[in-house]
């Protein structure tokens, strides 16, 4: 049966990038605006939080400990032990209204991560792929919006959102050199209610995505086309990921910022929610191995 609790009721402005890591059975999240890194156990308990010097748009887990996150300078490595942010590599040095979004760690361990306009009009965006000798990347250019990077089974297809233009695309993803090729629309939400946002991949191969704006889950089946829609309590959600010890939760953030000057109604915007009885499972997110 399906079940929507509230698991995390602080109200974040905007919350984003949940991240469950199996090793620790800990979810984590962002307030990307925060701005902070939040982690608590599958019960809500132990919580921990890590005050962040710039707007984050997401979270990879190390495998030797800490973590990258996409600050909106670039990409810089966060200590859980000392809260010591340290810079890696800026990726848009001088472009004022670019910042960095939506990101996750491929299956063989690289950090892709996007950028996106501040005002969410211009395509000043890029993709980026992050390696584990923290090289830089520049995998497409000409987005309004990133969001939503996920990869099929096999990792050879990546799928990737720009909310701006109200698509899903699909990449070729060569999995031994981290290159993309062939991009092509995957689904477009013009006639759907609200945007792509946040996104997984479950262990089917279908694609759940977000729909910011209207409050609701779509899951695509590989072909793109809209397999199951799932209403959720307000309309601001923004990302998801499968968690728990069985990878059946759906663990789906939210925000309580104004959007275009209209302010959300609904007492738990900015909550994160645990979707229970869905029915299917996620797979294990990985660590950068850098």
């Not at 030797?64 to 996409?70: D, F, M, N, R």
């Not at 209204?97 to 996750?104: L, V």
């Not at 690289?110 to 000043?124: H, I, K, Q």
Request: aromatic share 10%.
């Amino acid at each position: 049966m399906l079940r929507i609790d509230v698991f995390s009721e602080d109200r974040n402005t905007l919350g984003e990038g949940p991240l469950w890591d199996v090793a620790e059975q800990r979810l984590y999240w962002i307030d990307s605006y925060g701005p902070a890194v939040f982690s608590c156990d599958a019960r809500g308990g132990d919580r921990k939080s890590w005050r962040l010097p710039e707007p984050v748009g997401s979270i990879a887990l190390r495998e030797k400990g800490g973590a990258i996150v996409s600050l909106r300078s670039g990409f810089h490595a966060l200590d859980f032990k000392t809260g010591e942010v340290t810079l890696i590599a800026e990726t848009q040095p001088g472009q004022v209204t670019a910042r960095m979004n939506d990101g996750k760690v491929d299956r063989q361990g690289r950090f892709v991560a996007g950028s996106m306009d501040f005002e969410e009009t211009n395509p000043v965006g890029k993709l980026f792929r992050l390696d584990p000798d923290l090289s830089v990347h520049e995998l497409d250019h000409g987005i309004i919006c990133s969001n939503g990077p996920c990869w099929s089974l096999d990792g050879r297809t990546l799928y990737f959102a720009d909310t701006g233009r109200k698509v899903i695309y699909a990449y070729d993803y060569d999995t031994a050199s981290g290159v993309v090729r062939s991009r092509r629309v995957f689904t477009s939400f013009e006639n759907q209610r609200g945007l792509p946002d946040g996104a997984t991949v479950d262990e089917e191969g279908y694609v759940w995505n977000c729909e910011v704006y209207s409050g609701r889950l779509i899951r695509f089946d590989p072909n793109g086309v809209v397999d199951r829609i799932v209403g959720l309590p307000v309309s601001s959600t923004t990302s998801l990921i499968f968690g728990g010890p069985n990878l059946d939760i759906a663990y789906v953030t939210s925000m309580a910022r104004p959007y275009r000057n209209a302010y959300h109604k609904e007492a738990e915007a900015g909550a994160v929610f645990a979707i229970h009885g869905l029915g299917v499972r996620g797979v294990p997110e990985l660590r950068f191995k850098g």
